[in-house]
């Protein structure tokens, strides 16, 4: 059976990208409980920038294994430790200790889908609505929670990077280095005191050890099968380039098994489980086609093992020949492409010296043909095909 994936979740406290624009310094500390907003002062401290926490008197380093976070007693709450996380994706959890809860992220930093057991707990938000007085945590620099006020955060850490106060508390956020690192500090308006923390560091540990790419060929890949006829559907993906069938999305060995051979362009030769790249090429006799690979498997593989799902020729002057269902190629006139069209779906975008027509061609709203005539000599001059269904919907 399928295992449950966990795919991106957006964090609810944290917000969704650090603040690029530095604002005039002012004093923060003066500004009114009441007065609302953002202000940007300065990036965050060195010392915030270790993510760590001490809790219950233990502490914490994130990113930690998720293995070693359960061993301190924690376990996840209304998620199985098998549900699967795809690769580079990260999402928040609830987990529970004894009678408290927290909310945790947990990132897959490898290039293999796999359970949330084996991948990284990069960060802990512990909101005094759940610690029900039975939990205490401290930061490094001494600020301690229901003890510190925000006056002692700032003297400890400095100006935060931003700002945020209304009647109900003030928050202190510190942009750290790195992708999406940061501590948010929260203080009580009434209390004055910290009483929430949430922090996150979508950073690789040292001790991450990249997962290993599988050369085995997809089963997805294998169950291939080569069209057998151009037929009279545009939008089937099937085509015909230099005298060979494939259907789009076509494995990229389909074309290597037909001459056709890989340029890389600086590109990487390994792609991620359920991931794109774009920018590669395929070669033959000295002719080129831009191409886009997918690979639809959910662990790592090369290149050679996944899918075109988008091909065209770049620049207008290719010999290698591309044919589309009912015998539409390069050469036809516009009135020529339009009687061919009859009955399907197109639209017609006009421009100073092209014109596009444009066939939809999947349930994606990127997925299309696009057939291009130059006006001046009025023939088609350029093909593109743009086809990436889901997994099950591969034929």
């Known amino acids: 059976m399928k295992k449950k994936m966990l795919g991106f979740v957006m964090l609810l406290c944290i917000a969704a990208s650090p603040m690029a624009v530095m604002a005039q310094e002012i004093d923060i500390g003066a500004m009114a409980w009441d007065s609302g907003g953002i202000e940007e002062v300065h990036k965050g401290s060195d010392i915030l920038s270790s993510f760590q926490i001490k809790i219950d008197g233990e502490w914490y380093q994130f990113p930690m294994k998720y293995e070693e976070f359960i061993e301190k007693g924690w376990q996840l709450d209304g998620l199985d430790s098998q549900s699967e996380m795809t690769p580079g994706n990260y999402g928040s959890v609830n987990v529970k200790k004894n009678t408290i809860c927290a909310s945790v992220t947990i990132m897959n930093f490898g290039m293999n889908t796999k359970p949330l057991s084996e991948c990284y707990v990069a960060g802990i938000d512990l909101n005094e609505t759940y610690l029900k007085d039975q939990m205490s945590f401290e930061l490094p620099g001494g600020i301690v929670y229901d003890v510190s006020t925000m006056s002692q955060v700032e003297e400890t850490y400095g100006a935060p990077s931003a700002l945020y106060k209304t009647k109900e508390y003030g928050k202190l956020t510190y942009d750290l280095a790195g992708f999406y690192n940061r501590v948010e500090i929260f203080v009580d308006a009434a209390e004055k005191k910290v009483k929430r923390v949430a922090m996150i560091c979508l950073t690789a540990p040292e001790d991450f050890e990249e997962d290993e790419i599988n050369s085995e060929i997809p089963q997805v890949v294998a169950q291939y099968q ?101 015998e539409i190629t390069f050469g036809m006139s516009s009135a020529q492409l339009e009687e061919i069209l009859t009955g399907t779906e197109y639209e017609k975008e006009e421009g100073n010296t092209f014109l596009w027509y444009v066939i939809p061609c999947g349930e994606d709203s990127e997925d299309e043909v696009k057939i291009c005539v130059n006006k001046k000599s009025d023939t088609v001059v350029k093909i593109s095909i743009r086809r990436e269904p889901q997994l099950e919907q591969l034929s």
């Open 226 to 326: 080569t069209p057998q006829e151009l037929g009279e559907d545009i939008a089937s993906g099937t085509v015909r380039i230099d005298g060979s069938l494939y259907r789009i999305p076509a494995p990229v060995s389909a074309f290597l098994e037909n001459g056709w051979k890989i340029v890389y362009d600086g590109n990487s030769e390994v792609i991620a489980g359920q991931d794109s790249g774009d920018g590669y090429y395929l070669m033959k006799n000295q002719q080129k086609l831009r191409i886009c690979v997918k690979n639809y498997d959910d662990n790592a593989t090369t290149v050679e093992n996944c899918f075109v799902t988008e091909i065209y020729n770049q620049n207008f002057s290719t010999e290698i020949l591309i044919e589309l269902p009912r």
